[in-house]
């Protein structure tokens, strides 16, 4: 793709080419800038034997897992936070219901570390953690390792190249440069470490407003592969200054993912029975009076002009 | 006047997880920087800004510094902890300069399962490989158990969580009475239950220091694990105030999500 041609697609277009059955895709974001549309653009477009890496797989990984996408979770914790589980993933896991899903485990570091390491070409990240914890017994792929220059031992966990990260930003220019403020999770450390990057913006602005704070750029477009341009992309998670998180859905979800039966026909409902996620905001309806929390702007800063 | 001073002396009766919030909050008089955990040591933390501890600066593992929540956050990455906090890093960073570095004086740690020695399991109940339940896992707790210049852990108490073999060590606490000279932080050195107070001696064994108010230690013993023991000064902890419950009850959890 040409430098300065834009990568602009539909959602649809952009999981279909970029997503493939068998990849290994992260959709990250710490609680914050979860992209729920391109995970449900992945359900509708039935993608198969995914294996899914985030550090909080969350209620959109019970969701895909829960949906039969996925064969494989990497992940540093597993829960609906402030809830309690994540129902449908737990059956995988415990019961092999409806079919077992492989797991391979790490802490936060480790998984923040991994990333790193892919983003940086490095052979492992190197981490003190994992002292005389079990997690490396369990996962053979934590391995202490010796200071070349004290007698220091460090834990090093390999790098995470995923084939695929979505990251959802708050406004993004046509080539895929992108804004993100408030929690910044590995939303960069995630777009760096993948072969191909989808960016999910809430706003599509000209690039001379992305030129006019290049501070607030963690993603360059040079990493980017596709933008796609969806309002509302993460509910019910929130995108800082845009809409607030819905708690009570991650409440409800709980009673809906403990069943596999509701489970299924919520994804009739929300995710199949909507064409685009355009039409999942629509059928929200007034649920977003809620969601949109008054205005606090920053204080703009001066970069200086040079002629 | 009748009515509001039985409405005080009602007040006055604190839940036990009320009463958890507040052993917990006082711990952290003189403490400068909390990595905050959520659900009761978010309001334990928020508790103590507002009472023992005004200067303490409350950082949350999504990478928030000094943050000032202005409603209760269900999660640990809620956008009211961004909105006037003093930095928002990522979570490198957070990791690597604030919590590996030493730079965090006191953490909040809780688990399914502890054994005396304050080791944590939040993984599994049963084998790892074919688990009869499969908890959260790590997230940070595994390298902030590690890091964090000490940790206090608040937690229900009862036979099962109170164990003496746990099915998995997610956090180290004290192994089993030794703690590598190197690692950053000195380990477990409170754990709060509905029950009591409970502190490590020297050689990282836990002991009962503080029974809350009504509770025997006949009551501590039938829900541990193990043959606990008990400091032979065993205090009383003192039960909340009006003013410690109010502050619970009318500003940080109005709705008593956490705290009833």
């Known amino acids: ?307 | 006047m009748a009515e509001a001073l039985t409405e005080r002396a009602a007040a006055a009766k604190a839940t036990t997880t009320e009463t958890m919030i507040v052993a917990a909050a006082r711990q952290l008089e003189g403490e400068r920087v909390c990595f905050v955990g959520i659900g009761s040591p978010n309001l334990a933390c928020n508790l103590a800004k507002r009472t023992v501890s005004l200067d303490l600066e409350l950082v949350y593992e999504a990478g928030v510094f000094g943050a000032v929540p202005a409603r209760l956050p269900l999660s640990i990455g809620d956008p009211t902890l961004v909105t006037g906090a003093a930095s928002v890093s990522s979570m490198f960073e957070l990791f690597a300069y604030y919590l590996q570095a030493g730079l965090i004086d006191v953490a909040f740690l809780s688990g399914s399962q502890i054994d005396k020695w304050g080791n944590l399991n939040t993984t599994v109940i049963g084998d790892y490989a074919n688990p009869k339940v499969r908890l959260p896992g790590s997230g940070g707790a595994c390298e902030i158990a590690i890091n964090a210049r000490k940790v206090f852990i608040l937690m229900p108490q009862t036979k099962r969580s109170f164990v003496e073999k746990i099915d998995f060590v997610t956090s180290p606490g004290h192994l089993a009475g030794k703690r590598p000279a190197e690692w950053a932080g000195a380990g477990p050195t409170i754990v709060v239950t509905g029950l009591g107070m409970y502190e490590f001696s020297d050689d990282g064994v836990m002991y009962l220091s503080s029974l809350h108010a009504g509770v025997t230690v006949e009551q501590v013993r039938g829900n541990t694990g193990w043959d606990i023991e008990v400091a032979s000064e065993l205090r009383e902890t003192h039960p909340p105030t009006a003013a410690e419950l109010s502050l619970i009850r009318e500003t940080l959890d109005p709705d008593g999500t956490y705290s009833r």
């Open chain 1, 1 to 307: 793709m040409a430098a300065d041609s834009s990568k602009v697609a539909s959602m649809q277009e952009a999981i279909r080419e970029v997503v493939r059955d068998g990849d290994t895709v992260a959709i990250e974001g710490f609680t914050h800038l979860i992209c729920f549309a391109a995970g449900h653009e992945i359900i509708r477009q039935r993608k198969r034997d995914l294996t899914l890496a985030r550090m909080t797989p969350d209620v959109i990984y019970d969701q895909m897992i829960g949906a039969g996408v996925a064969s494989k979770l990497i992940f540093s914790w597993l829960g609906n936070p402030g809830v309690g589980s994540l129902h449908a993933i737990r059956r995988r896991i415990e019961r092999a219901d409806p079919e077992p899903l492989e797991i391979e485990e790490y802490s936060h570091f480790g998984m923040v570390g991994r990333y790193v390491a892919g983003a940086s070409r490095l052979p492992f990240f190197p981490l003190r953690s994992y002292y005389e914890s079990d997690l490396p017994k369990a996962n053979p792929r934590i391995v202490p390792i010796d200071s070349p220059f004290s007698d220091d031992t460090v834990y090093a966990v390999p790098p995470l190249n995923p084939n695929v990260a979505i990251v959802h930003v708050q406004r993004a220019d046509a080539r895929g440069d992108a804004h993100i403020w408030g929690v910044l999770g590995c939303q960069k450390e995630a777009a760096f470490s993948a072969e191909r990057v989808i960016v999910v913006c809430e706003e599509l602005v000209g690039e001379s407003v992305i030129r006019s704070d290049p501070n607030r750029t963690v993603i360059p477009g040079l990493v980017v592969d596709a933008v796609v341009v969806e309002p509302k992309g993460c509910h019910p998670s929130y995108a800082q200054g845009y809409y607030d998180r819905d708690n009570r859905f991650y409440v409800e979800w709980d009673a809906i993912g403990r069943d596999p039966q509701r489970l299924e026909s919520w994804l009739k409902e929300w995710v199949h029975g909507t064409a685009t996620h355009a039409e999942y905001v629509d059928k929200m309806g007034d649920r977003w009076d809620g969601l949109l929390p008054p205005e606090a702007w920053s204080e703009p800063v001066n970069y200086g002009r040079y002629e």
